[in-house]
Nanobody, 124 residues
């Protein structure tokens, strides 16, 4: 059974930093892609960043490029999202998700398995 558990969310001031973690189990950490998505109240879920465990290719939403960095520790089956220079508009419930092919995308519909999410709140 595939399980994804997010952690690291919390309350931070604008300009601050948070580091999210996604711990995965139930699969070998290759030939997969992991994505970070977020959903703010009243808004659609949007892709934030993603990484392929096959070739290491990454993608970022324009809104976070230059501020957020995705990385993976394959030995620990864990993906991280380092979030710097946080803005109030980054406030959302952040999810990690996995797909069983190694092409990393920011498309919600491409990912069949999701974690329960971790809340990030950025105060102004």
């Amino acid at each position: 059974e595939v399980q994804l558990v997010e952690s690291g969310g919390g309350l931070e001031q604008a300009g601050g930093s948070l580091r999210l973690s996604c711990a995965a189990s139930g699969f070998t950490f290759n030939e997969h892609a992991i994505g970070w998505f977020r959903q703010a109240p009243g808004k659609e879920t949007e892709g934030v960043s993603c990484i392929s465990t096959t070739d290491g290719v990454t993608h970022y939403a324009d809104s976070v490029k230059g501020r957020f960095t995705i990385s993976s520790d394959n030995a620990k089956n864990t993906v991280f999202l380092q979030m710097n220079s946080l803005k109030p508009e980054d406030t959302a419930l952040y999810y990690c998700a996995i797909r069983s092919i190694g092409l990393a995308t920011l498309t919600v519909e491409d990912y069949p398995s999701w974690g329960q999410g971790t809340q990030v709140t950025v105060s102004s």
